[in-house]
Protein backbone atom coordinates (compact mmCIF):
# COMPACT_ATOMS: atom_id res chain seq x y z
CA UNK A 1 0.00 0.00 0.00
CA UNK A 2 1.23 3.64 -1.23
CA UNK A 3 1.50 6.45 2.04
CA UNK A 4 -0.15 9.17 0.98
CA UNK A 5 -0.18 11.21 4.16
CA UNK A 6 2.03 10.19 7.10
CA UNK A 7 1.53 6.66 6.61
CA UNK A 8 -1.89 6.50 5.38
CA UNK A 9 -2.76 4.87 2.31
CA UNK A 10 -6.13 5.64 0.44
CA UNK A 11 -8.10 3.35 2.36
CA UNK A 12 -7.26 5.07 5.97
CA UNK A 13 -7.99 8.52 4.34
CA UNK A 14 -11.55 7.63 2.92
CA UNK A 15 -12.38 5.72 6.04
CA UNK A 16 -11.35 9.00 7.95
CA UNK A 17 -12.85 10.92 5.83
CA UNK A 18 -14.53 13.57 9.10
CA UNK A 19 -10.98 13.80 10.20
CA UNK A 20 -9.47 14.73 7.12
CA UNK A 21 -11.86 16.79 5.97
CA UNK A 22 -11.91 18.60 9.58
CA UNK A 23 -8.41 19.24 8.97
CA UNK A 24 -8.82 20.78 5.35
CA UNK A 25 -11.13 23.02 6.42
CA UNK A 26 -8.60 23.85 9.32
CA UNK A 27 -5.79 24.61 6.64
CA UNK A 28 -8.75 26.75 4.74
CA UNK A 29 -9.54 28.78 7.39
CA UNK A 30 -6.40 29.44 8.88
CA UNK A 31 -4.69 30.53 4.86
CA UNK A 32 -8.30 32.85 3.77
CA UNK A 33 -9.70 34.06 7.99
CA UNK A 34 -6.32 33.85 9.66
CA UNK A 35 -8.32 32.02 12.32
CA UNK A 36 -6.20 30.08 14.78
CA UNK A 37 -7.32 26.51 15.56
CA UNK A 38 -5.91 23.90 17.47
CA UNK A 39 -5.26 21.13 14.47
CA UNK A 40 -3.00 18.81 16.98
CA UNK A 41 -2.82 18.11 20.66
CA UNK A 42 -0.27 16.85 23.19
CA UNK A 43 -1.10 15.17 26.45
CA UNK A 44 1.54 14.64 29.67
CA UNK A 45 -0.42 11.49 30.53
CA UNK A 46 2.26 11.11 33.42
CA UNK A 47 4.63 13.22 35.75
CA UNK A 48 6.73 9.99 36.29
CA UNK A 49 9.20 8.32 34.13
CA UNK A 50 11.69 5.47 34.39
CA UNK A 51 14.73 7.36 33.39
CA UNK A 52 16.46 10.79 33.40
CA UNK A 53 17.67 11.74 30.03
CA UNK A 54 20.01 14.15 30.24
CA UNK A 55 18.96 16.37 27.25
CA UNK A 56 15.21 16.19 28.75
CA UNK A 57 13.12 19.49 28.89
CA UNK A 58 10.31 17.91 30.83
CA UNK A 59 12.68 17.27 34.57
CA UNK A 60 13.09 21.21 33.74
CA UNK A 61 9.57 22.29 34.65
CA UNK A 62 8.35 19.49 36.34
CA UNK A 63 6.12 19.65 39.89
CA UNK A 64 6.71 16.85 42.46
CA UNK A 65 3.11 16.13 42.21
CA UNK A 66 2.06 12.69 43.17
CA UNK A 67 -1.93 13.16 42.30
CA UNK A 68 -2.94 12.15 38.73
CA UNK A 69 -5.49 12.57 36.49
CA UNK A 70 -8.03 9.13 36.62
CA UNK A 71 -8.98 7.43 33.74
CA UNK A 72 -12.15 9.12 34.39
CA UNK A 73 -10.88 12.36 34.35
CA UNK A 74 -8.94 12.08 30.83
CA UNK A 75 -12.07 10.94 29.01
CA UNK A 76 -13.71 13.68 30.52
CA UNK A 77 -11.04 16.24 29.39
CA UNK A 78 -10.52 14.42 26.08
CA UNK A 79 -14.46 15.38 25.15
CA UNK A 80 -14.29 19.07 26.33
CA UNK A 81 -10.91 19.50 24.83
CA UNK A 82 -9.21 17.67 22.03
CA UNK A 83 -12.86 16.12 20.75
CA UNK A 84 -14.66 19.46 20.80
CA UNK A 85 -12.00 21.28 18.97
CA UNK A 86 -12.25 18.39 16.53
CA UNK A 87 -8.02 17.63 16.74
CA UNK A 88 -6.49 15.79 14.55
CA UNK A 89 -3.73 13.50 16.25
CA UNK A 90 -3.05 14.15 19.55
CA UNK A 91 0.85 12.67 20.75
CA UNK A 92 1.09 10.91 24.08
CA UNK A 93 4.10 11.95 25.81
CA UNK A 94 4.71 12.38 29.51
CA UNK A 95 6.91 11.31 31.82
CA UNK A 96 6.66 7.97 30.20
CA UNK A 97 3.53 7.40 28.78
CA UNK A 98 3.87 3.44 28.41
CA UNK A 99 3.76 3.67 32.13
CA UNK A 100 0.33 4.37 32.02
CA UNK A 101 -1.48 1.82 29.44
CA UNK A 102 -4.65 2.69 30.91
CA UNK A 103 -4.59 6.29 30.20
CA UNK A 104 -3.08 5.45 26.31
CA UNK A 105 -6.60 2.68 26.00
CA UNK A 106 -8.75 5.55 26.88
CA UNK A 107 -7.45 7.70 24.58
CA UNK A 108 -7.18 5.34 21.54
CA UNK A 109 -10.99 4.63 22.48
CA UNK A 110 -11.82 7.73 22.33
CA UNK A 111 -10.00 8.85 19.10
CA UNK A 112 -9.49 5.95 17.01
CA UNK A 113 -6.19 5.76 15.12
CA UNK A 114 -5.36 9.49 15.87
CA UNK A 115 -3.04 8.69 18.89
CA UNK A 116 0.23 8.62 18.58
CA UNK A 117 2.62 7.35 21.61
CA UNK A 118 5.89 8.47 22.16
CA UNK A 119 8.03 6.31 23.94
CA UNK A 120 11.69 6.12 25.41
CA UNK A 121 10.85 2.19 24.38
CA UNK A 122 12.07 0.50 27.50
CA UNK A 123 8.85 -1.40 28.31
CA UNK A 124 7.42 -4.32 26.22
CA UNK A 125 5.18 -2.29 23.54
CA UNK A 126 1.39 -3.27 23.61
CA UNK A 127 -0.43 -3.97 20.79
CA UNK A 128 -3.10 -0.87 21.21
CA UNK A 129 -6.19 -2.09 18.79
CA UNK A 130 -6.70 1.48 17.66
CA UNK A 131 -3.75 3.45 18.02
CA UNK A 132 -2.49 5.78 15.62
CA UNK A 133 2.04 4.45 15.52
CA UNK A 134 4.47 4.70 17.84
CA UNK A 135 7.26 7.63 18.17
CA UNK A 136 10.30 5.64 19.91
CA UNK A 137 12.89 7.73 20.94
CA UNK A 138 16.40 6.69 20.06
CA UNK A 139 19.19 9.70 20.96
CA UNK A 140 22.04 8.14 18.00
CA UNK A 141 23.30 4.28 18.38
CA UNK A 142 23.77 2.72 21.07
CA UNK A 143 27.20 3.84 23.28
CA UNK A 144 25.83 7.55 22.58
CA UNK A 145 22.38 6.56 23.14
CA UNK A 146 22.94 5.25 26.83
CA UNK A 147 25.21 7.97 27.51
CA UNK A 148 21.89 10.69 27.25
CA UNK A 149 19.38 7.63 28.31
CA UNK A 150 20.99 5.71 30.82
CA UNK A 151 23.30 1.75 30.29
CA UNK A 152 21.36 -0.62 28.92
CA UNK A 153 19.01 1.92 27.57
CA UNK A 154 19.39 0.99 24.16
CA UNK A 155 19.25 -3.02 24.02
CA UNK A 156 15.96 -2.96 26.23
CA UNK A 157 14.31 -0.72 23.48
CA UNK A 158 15.71 -2.21 20.15
CA UNK A 159 14.48 -5.97 21.90
CA UNK A 160 10.83 -4.34 22.60
CA UNK A 161 11.06 -3.00 19.05
CA UNK A 162 11.96 -5.96 17.54
CA UNK A 163 9.35 -8.31 19.37
CA UNK A 164 6.45 -6.11 18.60
CA UNK A 165 7.56 -6.10 14.66
CA UNK A 166 7.99 -9.88 15.49
CA UNK A 167 4.28 -10.36 16.81
CA UNK A 168 1.05 -10.72 14.83
CA UNK A 169 -0.28 -8.03 11.70
CA UNK A 170 -2.50 -4.99 13.70
CA UNK A 171 -5.94 -4.16 11.95
CA UNK A 172 -4.63 -5.91 8.96
CA UNK A 173 -1.09 -3.88 8.76
CA UNK A 174 2.53 -5.41 8.98
CA UNK A 175 3.45 -4.26 12.66
CA UNK A 176 6.74 -2.70 11.97
CA UNK A 177 4.58 0.14 10.01
CA UNK A 178 3.64 0.56 13.72
CA UNK A 179 7.01 2.10 14.64
CA UNK A 180 8.19 5.42 13.81
CA UNK A 181 11.47 6.21 15.24
CA UNK A 182 12.63 9.88 16.85
CA UNK A 183 16.08 11.02 17.10
CA UNK A 184 16.93 14.71 18.79
CA UNK A 185 20.40 15.81 18.06
CA UNK A 186 22.65 17.60 20.06
CA UNK A 187 26.14 17.89 20.20
CA UNK A 188 27.08 14.72 21.64
CA UNK A 189 24.77 12.65 19.13
CA UNK A 190 25.00 14.26 15.53
CA UNK A 191 27.94 11.63 14.42
CA UNK A 192 25.41 8.80 14.50
CA UNK A 193 22.84 9.96 12.46
CA UNK A 194 23.54 8.33 9.53
CA UNK A 195 24.90 4.60 11.58
CA UNK A 196 21.19 5.08 12.88
CA UNK A 197 19.16 5.52 9.80
CA UNK A 198 21.84 2.34 8.48
CA UNK A 199 20.65 0.30 11.58
CA UNK A 200 16.83 0.43 11.05
CA UNK A 201 15.89 0.93 7.42
CA UNK A 202 14.53 -2.10 6.38
CA UNK A 203 13.16 -2.94 9.53
CA UNK A 204 10.65 -0.12 10.88
CA UNK A 205 8.94 2.31 8.88
CA UNK A 206 10.13 5.82 9.28
CA UNK A 207 12.78 7.98 11.03
CA UNK A 208 12.24 11.47 12.02
CA UNK A 209 14.99 14.18 13.06
CA UNK A 210 14.85 17.52 15.83
CA UNK A 211 17.30 19.03 17.05
CA UNK A 212 18.13 19.81 20.82
CA UNK A 213 16.22 22.90 22.23
CA UNK A 214 17.97 24.42 25.12
CA UNK A 215 16.34 26.47 27.97
CA UNK A 216 19.73 28.11 28.93
CA UNK A 217 21.88 30.12 26.64
CA UNK A 218 25.10 27.99 27.81
CA UNK A 219 23.48 24.49 27.49
CA UNK A 220 26.33 22.39 26.05
CA UNK A 221 24.14 20.15 24.37
CA UNK A 222 22.77 22.78 22.13
CA UNK A 223 24.18 22.09 18.45
CA UNK A 224 25.32 25.87 17.34
CA UNK A 225 24.38 27.60 14.06
CA UNK A 226 27.17 27.67 11.85
CA UNK A 227 29.19 25.43 9.58
CA UNK A 228 28.88 22.32 11.91
CA UNK A 229 25.37 22.11 12.07
CA UNK A 230 24.41 23.14 8.35
CA UNK A 231 26.38 20.19 7.46
CA UNK A 232 24.77 18.13 9.38
CA UNK A 233 21.13 18.75 7.86
CA UNK A 234 22.52 18.65 4.67
CA UNK A 235 23.89 15.06 5.23
CA UNK A 236 20.43 14.39 6.06
CA UNK A 237 19.15 15.92 3.44
CA UNK A 238 21.66 13.94 0.99
CA UNK A 239 20.35 10.61 3.03
CA UNK A 240 16.62 11.31 2.40
CA UNK A 241 17.44 11.41 -1.11
CA UNK A 242 18.37 8.15 -0.86
CA UNK A 243 15.84 7.13 1.40
CA UNK A 244 12.76 9.30 0.57
CA UNK A 245 10.39 6.81 1.96
CA UNK A 246 12.22 6.48 5.57
CA UNK A 247 13.17 9.86 6.14
CA UNK A 248 10.12 11.61 6.91
CA UNK A 249 11.16 15.31 7.37
CA UNK A 250 10.65 17.34 4.27
CA UNK A 251 13.47 19.26 2.85
CA UNK A 252 12.15 22.79 3.74
CA UNK A 253 12.26 22.10 7.28
CA UNK A 254 15.38 20.83 7.44
CA UNK A 255 16.53 23.97 5.88
CA UNK A 256 15.05 25.71 8.41
CA UNK A 257 16.88 23.92 11.33
CA UNK A 258 20.20 25.87 10.14
CA UNK A 259 18.99 28.72 11.88
CA UNK A 260 16.24 30.66 13.98
CA UNK A 261 12.81 29.86 13.21
CA UNK A 262 10.45 30.29 15.42
CA UNK A 263 11.05 33.35 17.80
CA UNK A 264 13.30 35.78 19.32
CA UNK A 265 14.55 34.76 23.03
CA UNK A 266 11.91 32.92 24.76
CA UNK A 267 9.28 34.71 22.86
CA UNK A 268 7.34 32.74 20.03
CA UNK A 269 7.24 34.88 16.56
CA UNK A 270 6.57 32.72 13.19
CA UNK A 271 6.70 29.73 15.21
CA UNK A 272 2.39 28.50 15.14
CA UNK A 273 2.49 27.86 18.85
CA UNK A 274 -1.23 28.18 19.00
CA UNK A 275 -1.85 25.18 16.40
CA UNK A 276 -1.04 22.25 19.14
CA UNK A 277 -2.96 22.28 22.22
CA UNK A 278 -0.62 20.90 24.42
CA UNK A 279 -1.90 19.78 28.07
CA UNK A 280 0.17 18.80 30.99
CA UNK A 281 -0.26 15.47 33.83
CA UNK A 282 -3.31 17.49 35.14
CA UNK A 283 -4.70 18.63 32.25
CA UNK A 284 -4.09 22.23 32.60
CA UNK A 285 -2.38 24.21 29.27
CA UNK A 286 1.15 24.57 28.44
CA UNK A 287 3.03 27.35 27.37
CA UNK A 288 4.19 28.53 25.11
CA UNK A 289 4.34 24.86 23.41
CA UNK A 290 4.22 21.25 24.41
CA UNK A 291 7.41 21.29 25.86
CA UNK A 292 6.55 24.31 28.17
CA UNK A 293 4.63 24.69 31.23
CA UNK A 294 1.24 25.53 32.55
CA UNK A 295 3.35 27.49 35.77
CA UNK A 296 4.47 30.80 34.06
CA UNK A 297 6.72 31.05 36.49
CA UNK A 298 8.86 27.65 35.38
CA UNK A 299 12.10 27.54 33.12
CA UNK A 300 10.96 29.09 29.14
CA UNK A 301 12.51 27.12 25.99
CA UNK A 302 14.89 29.26 23.73
CA UNK A 303 12.57 29.88 21.00
CA UNK A 304 15.56 31.22 18.94
CA UNK A 305 17.43 28.33 19.48
CA UNK A 306 14.41 25.95 19.00
CA UNK A 307 14.84 22.37 16.78
CA UNK A 308 11.38 21.31 17.91
CA UNK A 309 9.99 19.19 15.01
CA UNK A 310 6.22 19.54 15.21
CA UNK A 311 6.50 23.07 14.81
CA UNK A 312 9.02 23.54 12.21
CA UNK A 313 6.82 20.77 10.32
CA UNK A 314 3.76 23.63 10.34
CA UNK A 315 6.39 26.48 9.58
CA UNK A 316 7.48 23.87 6.87
CA UNK A 317 3.98 23.89 5.26
CA UNK A 318 3.70 28.03 5.42
CA UNK A 319 1.77 28.45 8.90
CA UNK A 320 2.98 31.13 10.72
CA UNK A 321 1.81 33.18 13.92
C1 LIG B 1 9.93 14.25 26.91
S1 LIG B 1 9.92 12.78 25.97
C2 LIG B 1 8.47 11.96 26.59
C3 LIG B 1 8.21 10.63 25.95
C4 LIG B 1 9.15 9.50 26.30
N1 LIG B 1 9.53 9.48 27.63
C5 LIG B 1 10.36 9.50 25.38
O1 LIG B 1 11.48 9.65 25.85
O2 LIG B 1 10.15 9.34 24.18
C6 LIG B 1 9.37 13.31 24.35
C7 LIG B 1 10.45 13.57 23.33
O3 LIG B 1 11.08 14.81 23.62
C8 LIG B 1 12.44 14.71 23.29
N2 LIG B 1 13.18 15.75 24.02
C9 LIG B 1 13.55 15.74 25.32
N3 LIG B 1 14.21 16.86 25.64
C10 LIG B 1 14.29 17.61 24.53
C11 LIG B 1 14.83 18.89 24.23
N4 LIG B 1 15.44 19.61 25.15
N5 LIG B 1 14.69 19.35 22.97
C12 LIG B 1 14.03 18.64 22.02
N6 LIG B 1 13.48 17.43 22.26
C13 LIG B 1 13.61 16.92 23.47
C14 LIG B 1 12.77 13.30 23.73
O4 LIG B 1 13.99 12.85 23.15
C15 LIG B 1 11.57 12.54 23.26
O5 LIG B 1 11.72 12.09 21.93
S1 LIG C 1 12.51 8.95 28.88
FE1 LIG C 1 11.52 10.69 27.91
S2 LIG C 1 10.53 11.85 29.56
FE2 LIG C 1 11.92 10.38 30.49
S3 LIG C 1 13.74 11.56 30.87
FE3 LIG C 1 14.01 10.55 28.89
S4 LIG C 1 13.24 11.99 27.34
FE4 LIG C 1 12.56 12.68 29.34
S1 LIG D 1 8.24 25.14 19.57
FE1 LIG D 1 10.16 26.24 19.79
S2 LIG D 1 9.81 28.26 18.85
FE2 LIG D 1 7.82 27.32 19.24
S3 LIG D 1 7.18 28.13 21.22
FE3 LIG D 1 8.21 26.14 21.58
S4 LIG D 1 10.35 26.67 21.97
FE4 LIG D 1 9.38 28.46 21.05
Redesign the pocket.
Known amino acids: MVDLVYGMGITDIVRDFPAHFSMLTKYLSIKLFKSKPFIYGSADIINI ?1 N ?1 H ?1 S ?4 WKTRRNEKDELSVEDWRKLIKNTFKKHHVYVVTL ?5 LMRQEVVETFCEEMPRRICV ?3 GTYPLPRFKNLYFY ?1 V ?1 L ?1 GTEQIHDSIRGKGAYAKTKKNILDYIAGPSRNGKPAWKDIWI ?1 M ?1 INSMNYKTIEGLIEEWKGTINKIGF ?5 FDDNDPLWLPFGENRSKVVDKIIELRKRYPDFIMNTEKQLQLMKGTWGGTKTTPIDCPSWAILSLDHKGKTKHPCC ?1 GSSDSNALKPICEKC ?2 GCYSILVAQGLKN
Request: glycine share 10%; net charge negative.
Open positions: CLCHCYWVGGEPVTNWSDTTQFHTPIGV
